[in-house]
Nanobody
Framework: EVQLVESGGDLVQAGGSLRLSCAASGFTFDDYAIGWFRQAPGKEREAVST????????YPANAVKGRFTISSDSLKNTVYLQMNNLNLDDTAVYYC????????????????WGQGTQVTVSL
């Protein structure tokens, strides 16, 4: 059974940093792509960044380029999202998703999702 467990969400001041983790189990980690998405209250879910585990290629959204970095650790079966220079618009529940099909992950249609972790940015 595929399981994705997010952690690391917190309350942080604008300009601060957080690192989110997505611990994966139940599948061959290196065969998958894993993406981070977020959903703010009253807004549609949006893509943040995706990584293809096998080749390490990353696909960040324009809104986070230069501020957020996605990475993976195949020994720990974990994907990280390092978030720097956070602003109020980054407040959201952050979810990770996984699928063997990179395109599905990027499009937000991955077959597997975690429960999410709350990130709140304050002034």
């Amino acid at each position: 059974e595929v399981q994705l467990v997010e952690s690391g969400g917190d309350l942080v001041q604008a300009g601060g940093s957080l690192r989110l983790s997505c611990a994966a189990s139940g599948f061959t980690f290196d065969d998958y792509a894993i993406g981070w998405f977020r959903q703010a209250p009253g807004k549609e879910r949006e893509a943040v960044s995706t990584i293809s585990i096998r080749d390490g290629r990353t696909y960040p959204a324009n809104a986070v380029k230069g501020r957020f970095t996605i990475s993976s650790d195949s020994l720990k079966n974990t994907v990280y999202l390092q978030m720097n220079n956070l602003n109020l618009d980054d407040t959201a529940v952050y979810y990770c998703s996984a699928d063997e099909d990179l395109g599905l992950v990027i499009a937000g249609h991955a077959g597997n999702w975690g429960q999410g972790t709350q990130v709140t940015v304050s002034l």
